[in-house]
């Protein structure tokens, strides 16, 4: 029983390093520990369970909380069995654990601290898995940390080939692959990703878009762009065929559309940006959002469309981007300086400028990152005919040398046989003008674009031929349902008869079954009747309470008369508090569940009476988004509460004089089981944004979110955005005509 329990734990489909288990997996898990008897199982199990809940998406405290339970058990366990193979996978999951609370050295200390014992116990998987994960731990970018990874990660392959766990094995010989293409020694990457394509085929492994992807990067960095098309298509394909929308596919996205656009193709590479940009703004990923918005925008440049390249940089969510880090401030000001000095608003054009040369004045930007600014600067202030600055920037510029495989070698000399013309130097000009078209319109780049179209209309090709052969097997599927419709025929014809022969034998039981329905459809009369009764006593219930709260806010408004203007004040805030419960119970009579309130419908109209309440001289704009949800009265009462003390500060403290336009954004939503409310404002914020200094107001909200084991986020940005995350009680969205 223990062996078959243990094979049982390790063949559950266990997430490889770095991805996240699922329901399906941890209910599995579940199982096996409910009947497990003996200690290295239950042991093992719990730190499973442990891994689930800090892989799991989204960063909830109570998933934390719930894997140091699981961990605090496996100890306990552990300390009568003494097993040394357990001892090292809870050093392991304790270095996860750190590592996603922010403490990455003590984490990464943790996991090193595994490693010995779990090569003593011989628990090659889990010794795999903590390999992998420490080799996470070293710096991508740094040459001598990535030799230290690509070392470490070699031991994970090893030990997952001991195991016999070839996806694991797959997955760290990709590693090995995309580390090496990092180092640009694409010729090792590829032996290690054909190693892995093997192995995955070899099991019939379906998600090999990764692999393909890496292949395709690799062709493309070697200028062979018909391998590099060819893998890519094949990336794509296995994305589609696996419903993949993770990151992964955005690098797949990016990798296409650069392809496209170098073959000339810049309209339809557009999707493919298009695609890759939505995908990481709804995964939140900054870093890949903002690398495919500036491939979008130069896309648009190329197509002479600035107006569409300024619309993709003003949608990005507001907060996605830390504008504070000087790359990401550098790529969008090249974007915009461009975009708008194509679009002729030259002062805005000049503004980023300003705010590029002050970058690379300060040298925040490495020198190739700033080689790449030299030439955006070099360009616009050629536009501007001020040669010498623009000579002072290219200069700058070809200090710092650059491979002629780098894609700045070719706008490089561009820039030098234009600022050659310009200044008269038209000897210097004609020998610049003939390296740029040597090497812009040589044969080689020619022959790729061709094949690039090549493969395009290969791949139209195959996607028709596909159709064409799932035609084919549905005319199949026809066929061989009307065989099955013939056959089900034949057979009912010989059940009627059978049934008719044995019709009388069943008359009595029919009589039988009848007497008992006709029992259960009197209890059923009589159940329903105290449902209903519990329901309209529910509603009354409700009713009154809304009636004697709709008292308390008329006895407030009466007394307001007498009082100072300070005291007015709190009263009116104090009404807004009453009338918040007030609307959520009459919405409880008069709608159709007595226990849930349509949050849409009763943020709506709680948030037009603050408005008219509150408003002053001038008016400020309310923006609402509220889906359609059915909340647990125990939650709406809070969340009406919040809305009122967010809007009510908002209007007391977050607009003056300096603000032209005020306005307040309230949004309420459901992402992934977990509820958010959101409510932005443009004031002027918090000069010590230090919890100390909250009010009443903020400390009540945080209390109450809290209340409903949620949390709350203050971020003083442009004004005020405060959010609240709270797992919703009984939930449920409702359809457009429910409403």
């Given at each position: 029983m223990r062996l078959l329990l243990f094979l049982v734990v390790f063949s559950l489909a266990v997430p490889a390093p770095g991805q996240s288990f699922d329901q399906r997996q941890a209910d599995s898990l579940k199982r096996v520990l409910a009947k497990a008897n003996d200690?290295?199982?239950?042991g093992e199990t719990l730190l499973y369970l442990a891994a689930y809940h800090i892989r799991k998406t989204g960063e909830i405290k109570s998933d934390l909380d719930s894997a140091d339970a699981y961990m605090a058990i496996a100890e306990r366990l552990n300390k009568s069995i003494q097993s040394t193979a357990l001892a090292g996978h809870l050093l392991f999951i304790k270095g996860l654990i750190l590592t996603e609370r922010g403490k990455k050295k003590e984490g990464q200390t943790a996991v090193e601290q595994s490693i010995p014992l779990l090569q003593t116990s011989n628990s090659q998987r889990i010794l795999g898995m903590a390999y992998f994960e420490l080799q996470g731990y070293y710096d991508y970018w740094d040459t001598a940390q990535c030799r230290k990874r690509i070392g470490i990660t070699g031991l994970s392959v090893k030990a997952f080939h001991e195991a016999g766990d070839k996806v694991l094995e797959g997955n760290a010989l990709t590693m090995q692959g995309d580390l090496h293409c990092i180092l640009n020694e694409y010729a090792t990457s590829n032996v290690y990703l054909e190693q892995a394509l093997a192995i995955y085929n070899s099991i019939g492994y379906p998600k090999l878009q990764g692999v393909y992807e890496l292949l395709g990067r690799n062709c493309y960095s070697q200028h062979d762009y018909r391998s590099s098309f060819q893998y890519t298509l094949l990336a794509l394909k296995a994305a589609q065929a696996t419903h993949d929308s993770s990151m992964q596919l955005v690098t797949v996205d990016l990798l296409l559309a650069t392809l496209y656009r170098k073959a000339g193709r810049s309209e339809l590479s557009l999707g493919y940006f298009t695609e890759g940009l939505a995908i990481a703004v709804r995964h939140k990923d900054a870093s890949n959002a903002l690398l495919m918005a500036y491939a979008l925008c130069l896309n648009y440049l190329d197509l002479h469309q600035p107006r569409q390249a300024l619309q993709v940089l003003n949608s990005l969510p507001a907060g996605l981007l830390d504008t504070s880090i000087a790359m990401v401030k550098a790529r969008l000001g090249m974007v915009y300086m461009r975009a708008y000095y194509a679009d002729k608003q030259f002062n805005h054009a000049h503004t980023y400028s300003v705010i590029l040369e002050k970058l690379v004045e300060q040298q925040l930007l490495g020198p190739n990152f700033a080689t790449v600014v030299y030439v955006s600067l070099a360009w616009y202030h050629l536009e501007e005919h001020a040669t010498a600055r623009a000579r002072f920037y290219l200069n700058k510029s070809l200090g710092i040398p650059l491979s002629p495989s780098t894609s700045l070698y070719n706008p490089r000399l561009e820039m030098i046989y234009r600022l050659d013309s310009a200044e008269g130097n038209y000897k210097a000009a004609f020998y610049s003008l003939r390296t740029y078209k040597t090497d812009a319109d040589s044969l080689s780049g020619e022959v790729n674009r061709r094949q690039l179209q090549q493969l395009d209309i290969e791949y139209e090709t195959s996607k028709k031929a596909d159709s064409i052969s799932l035609l084919t097997q549905k005319n199949h599927l026809q066929h061989a349902n009307l065989r099955q419709a013939n056959l089900i025929r034949n057979i009912t014809i010989a059940g009627i008869v059978l049934a008719l022969a044995v019709l009388g034998l069943l008359y009595r039981q029919y009589q039988l079954k009848l007497q008992n329905n006709t029992m259960m459809a009197v209890k059923n009369e009589r159940l329903e009747h105290l449902v209903n009764e519990k329901e309209w006593l529910l509603q009354e219930v409700n009713h009154?309470?809304?009636?004697?709260?709709?008292?308390?806010?008329?006895?407030l408004e009466m007394q307001s008369d007498?009082?100072?203007?300070?005291?007015?004040?709190?009263?009116?805030?104090?009404?807004?508090?009453?009338?918040?419960?007030?609307?959520?119970?009459q919405k409880l009579y008069r709608g159709d569940h007595v226990s849930s309130v349509n949050m849409k419908v009763y943020l709506t109209e709680l948030v037009e009476h603050l408005r008219d309440a509150l408003s002053g001289a001038t008016p400020v704009a309310m923006v609402l988004h509220v889906e359609p949800v059915e909340l647990d009265v125990s939650q709406g009462v809070p969340v009406g509460l919040m809305v009122n003390e967010l809007i009510t500060n908002s209007f007391k403290y977050a607009?003056?004089?300096t603000i032209a336009h005020p306005a307040i954004a309230i949004n309420f939503t459901i992402v992934e089981g977990v509820a958010h409310l959101v409510i932005n404002d443009n004031g002027i914020g918090f000069t010590d944004p230090d919890e100390s200094q909250f009010g009443q107001g903020l400390n009540l909200v945080k209390g109450l979110a809290?209340?409903?084991?949620?949390?709350?986020?203050?971020?003083?940005?442009?004004?005020?955005?405060?959010?609240?995350?709270?797992n919703p009680k009984g939930s449920l969205a409702i359809s457009p005509l429910q409403i």
């Open positions: 200690g290295r199982t239950r009154r309470v809304k009636n004697n709260l709709q008292t308390v806010v008329s006895l007498s009082l100072s203007d300070d005291a007015q004040v709190a009263l009116q805030t104090s009404q807004n508090r009453v009338y918040a419960t007030s609307l959520l119970y607009f003056d004089a809290e209340n409903m084991g949620g949390e709350v986020v203050i971020v003083f940005h442009q004004g005020t955005s405060v959010q609240i995350r709270f």
